[in-house]
């Protein structure tokens, strides 16, 4: 990604021309790394993101807000001190480093004077500092004197610029020259393109390797004097680059099977807000899978030890048969023995059975010691039967938010599944956002839509929408529902009309895409009247059970929407 120097310069100009002038009306902290700036231009309101992320610093416009962090840092709280309705006087680079500025007049009842906030964007060493009159007001990341560090970053510092790389300057052409010079006598076997764009990264600052690239590919005379230029005057024409449709680099020149890009800004938000989404997504996706897989293994874990106990329990009714036919045997019984063989009346073939004694219990003790372990094994069967079917359930609950996060395609997707385990008790309930009134509902997330014929078809993305979509539908809408697999509710809005079956085997196909089966050639899908589909009362989100059904074996299919 050509987060370098160059691209810097023509970020700086065109927020400069859209910015200046511009208010801030509203400042909030996403993460420990980014903060966005709510800018009022004169013309329309627009959304600046200042991120000191070590794979994502940038300053540039972006097309979404992201949501605050419920509780804003001290950098925040800061920002909103000093910087809140403050004029936008202008945004620029700072020399040829990958340094932003941006200088703010801020004006109070009682005060007026100049403020910058400075943005590094350096990689891991990325950082934001309020500056007023050369002394640091706070900072993203901020040091303390004892850290090991060339800079101190605190308040009531002297700002202090980092310390330029070991490089030459991109308008340094003499050095450029020099430097060329060193390098070809050291190479007199000659080189290629790519060894050239390597030593032109590695010894000129301010340039990432793709536009080190692009210099040696376009450079028409040497390039100690070509490359001055380029970096100073080649004009801004954002490209996007993109990999069957994904956003995958971006770039302040035209592009080898690039898109042009209305702005840089716009280029490099639809990069960055992809690989965010991606990257959150995954992050999330993680996070769930965790919660579920922990909620799996502790009900595991509950069903054997009911089935252990079980097992112990199945031996109730032979304990049952020793304690009646030793009843039955007391006056053949001697006191003190340890054993007897006796005819076992409850075999068919007439056999006999062999019963442990405790020798210092009579004949009629043993029998009801006998009694009471089959007493004792009965109460525990009663109640373990009722545990062990309760952890099949649980179980069973749990493969099916495992089957919706795998089949989630979005963090939105993600969001309700989110809310299902926290409501159950399997994630700590987050913090509320900062601004959001208790009580207040998000809408909810919309369901999978496809049309067929005129109808509309619904799909589920999780437990919690399976559980809308069954309640919102007309008796007469058809239901649908893989067999014998984990699946999404799909629901025909047939809205007393004659579903053909056309469209039923376009909803059979849809559900048995979403569903664990997906990778299976027939799945075999049970649909029915709405109304003939019931939810018992109490049971898990997404269970229900259903009559009067048929039964398509179809093969899964997305279908475009």
Same mark, same amino acid.
């Given at each position: 990604?050509p987060q370098?120097a160059?691209?810097?310069r023509?970020?700086c100009?065109?927020?400069?021309?859209?910015?200046?002038g511009?208010r801030?009306n509203?400042?909030?902290?996403v993460?420990?790394d980014?903060l966005?700036f709510?800018?009022?231009?004169?013309?329309?309101?627009?959304?600046l993101?200042?991120?000191?992320?070590?794979?994502?610093?940038r300053?540039c416009l972006?097309a979404?807000?992201?949501e605050?962090?419920?509780?804003?840092?001290n950098?925040?709280?800061?920002l909103?001190?000093?910087?809140q309705?403050?004029?936008i006087?202008?945004?620029r680079?700072?020399?040829?480093?990958r340094?932003v500025?941006i200088?703010?007049?801020?004006?109070t009842?009682?005060s007026?004077?100049?403020r910058v906030?400075i943005?590094?964007?350096?990689?891991?060493?990325?950082n934001i500092v309020?500056?007023?009159?050369?002394?640091?007001?706070?900072?993203?990341?901020?040091t303390?004197?004892m850290?090991?560090t060339h800079?101190?970053l605190f308040?009531?510092?002297?700002?202090?610029y980092?310390v330029p790389?070991?490089?030459?300057s991109?308008?340094?052409?003499?050095?450029?020259?020099?430097?060329?010079?060193?390098?070809a006598q050291?190479?007199p076997?000659?080189?290629?393109?790519?060894?050239?764009?390597?030593w032109?990264?590695?010894?000129v600052?301010?340039?990432?390797?793709?536009t080190?690239?692009?210099i040696?590919?376009?450079?028409?005379?040497?390039?100690?004097?070509f490359?001055?230029d380029f970096f100073?005057n080649?004009?801004?024409?954002p490209?996007i680059k993109?990999e069957?449709?994904v956003?995958t680099?971006f770039f302040?020149?035209?592009i080898?099977g690039?898109?042009?890009?209305p702005?840089?800004?716009?280029a490099?938000d639809?990069?960055?807000f992809y690989?965010?989404s991606?990257?959150?997504?995954e992050?999330?996706?993680r996070?769930?899978?965790g919660?579920?897989?922990t909620?799996k293994?502790k009900?595991a874990k509950?069903l054997?030890?009911a089935l252990?106990?079980?097992k112990?329990?199945?031996?109730a009714?032979e304990?049952?048969?020793k304690?009646?036919l030793l009843?039955?045997?007391l006056?053949?019984i001697e006191?003190g023995?340890?054993?007897v063989?006796l005819? *076992?009346?409850y075999?068919e073939n007439? #056999?006999k059975i062999? %019963?442990?004694? +405790?020798?210092l219990?009579?004949? /009629?003790?043993?029998?009801?010691?006998y009694?009471?372990?089959?007493n004792?094994?009965?109460?525990a069967?009663e109640?373990?039967?009722?545990m062990?079917?309760a952890e099949?359930a649980?179980?069973?609950?749990a493969?099916?938010?495992?089957?919706?996060i795998?089949?989630?395609?979005?963090?939105?997707?993600l969001k309700?599944?989110?809310t299902?385990?926290?409501e159950?008790?399997?994630?700590?309930?987050?913090?509320?956002?900062?601004?959001?009134?208790?009580?207040?509902?998000?809408a909810p997330?919309?369901?999978r839509?496809?049309?067929? *014929?005129?109808?509309?078809i619904?799909? #589920?993305?999780?437990? %919690?929408q399976n +559980?809308?979509?069954v309640?919102? /539908?007309?008796?007469?809408?058809?239901?649908?529902?893989?067999?014998?697999y984990h699946?999404?509710?799909?629901?025909?809005?047939?809205?007393?009309?004659?579903?053909?079956?056309?469209?039923?085997?376009y909803?059979?196909e849809?559900?048995a895409y979403?569903s664990d089966?997906?990778?299976?050639d027939?799945?075999?899908v049970d649909?029915?009247?709405?109304k003939?589909?019931?939810?018992?009362n109490k049971?898990k989100a997404g269970f229900?059970?259903?009559?009067?059904?048929?039964?398509?074996?179809?093969?899964?299919?997305a279908?475009k929407r």
């Amino acid at each position: 990604m050509p987060q370098d120097a160059f691209h810097i310069r023509r970020s700086c100009k065109e927020l400069d021309s859209l910015l200046k002038g511009g208010r801030i009306n509203r400042i909030s902290q996403v993460n420990k790394d980014e903060l966005t700036f709510i800018i009022y231009t004169g013309k329309s309101t627009v959304k600046l993101i200042l991120s000191a992320n070590a794979t994502g610093a940038r300053v540039c416009l972006s097309a979404t807000e992201k949501e605050p962090a419920p509780v804003a840092p001290n950098f925040c709280m800061l920002l909103r001190k000093h910087l809140q309705n403050a004029e936008i006087l202008s945004v620029r680079q700072h020399g040829e480093e990958r340094i932003v500025e941006i200088t703010l007049h801020c004006t109070t009842d009682f005060s007026e004077c100049d403020r910058v906030l400075i943005c590094e964007l350096m990689g891991k060493y990325s950082n934001i500092v309020l500056v007023e009159k050369g002394i640091v007001l706070g900072a993203l990341k901020t040091t303390a004197l004892m850290d090991e560090t060339h800079r101190v970053l605190f308040a009531g510092a002297k700002y202090e610029y980092p310390v330029p790389q070991d490089k030459l300057s991109p308008t340094d052409g003499a050095g450029m020259r020099e430097a060329f010079e060193n390098f070809a006598q050291m190479r007199p076997e000659g080189w290629d393109n790519d060894v050239l764009s390597k030593w032109l990264f590695e010894s000129v600052a301010g340039l990432a390797l793709p536009t080190a690239r692009e210099i040696v590919k376009r450079a028409e005379k040497p390039l100690w004097e070509f490359v001055p230029d380029f970096f100073e005057n080649q004009p801004n024409d954002p490209y996007i680059k993109k990999e069957n449709g994904v956003p995958t680099d971006f770039f302040a020149f035209a592009i080898e099977g690039g898109e042009k890009a209305p702005s840089l800004c716009k280029a490099e938000d639809e990069f960055y807000f992809y690989r965010e989404s991606k990257k959150g997504f995954e992050d999330k996706k993680r996070k769930l899978e965790g919660a579920v897989r922990t909620l799996k293994k502790k009900a595991a874990k509950r069903l054997q030890d009911a089935l252990e106990r079980l097992k112990e329990a199945e031996r109730a009714e032979e304990n049952r048969i020793k304690g009646e036919l030793l009843t039955a045997n007391l006056y053949a019984i001697e006191k003190g023995v340890r054993c007897v063989e006796l005819d *076992n009346w409850y075999d068919e073939n007439g #056999g006999k059975i062999k %019963i442990s004694l +405790d020798p210092l219990l009579s004949p /009629a003790k043993n029998a009801q010691r006998y009694f009471k372990q089959y007493n004792k094994q009965k109460r525990a069967k009663e109640i373990l039967t009722p545990m062990k079917e309760a952890e099949e359930a649980e179980i069973s609950y749990a493969d099916s938010i495992s089957s919706a996060i795998a089949l989630a395609e979005t963090e939105t997707d993600l969001k309700e599944i989110e809310t299902e385990l926290t409501e159950a008790g399997f994630l700590r309930a987050p913090k509320a956002r900062a601004g959001v009134k208790k009580g207040k509902q998000e809408a909810p997330v919309p369901f999978r839509e496809y049309e067929h *014929n005129g109808m509309k078809i619904f799909v #589920g993305r999780n437990n %919690i929408q399976n +559980d809308r979509l069954v309640r919102l /539908a007309a008796p007469d809408d058809v239901w649908l529902h893989t067999q014998k697999y984990h699946s999404s509710h799909v629901i025909i809005a047939a809205r007393g009309g004659q579903v053909c079956d056309e469209t039923l085997l376009y909803a059979a196909e849809l559900c048995a895409y979403y569903s664990d089966g997906r990778d299976s050639d027939k799945i075999p899908v049970d649909y029915c009247k709405k109304k003939f589909v019931k939810k018992p009362n109490k049971s898990k989100a997404g269970f229900v059970v259903y009559t009067d059904y048929k039964t398509l074996f179809v093969k899964p299919n997305a279908h475009k929407r």
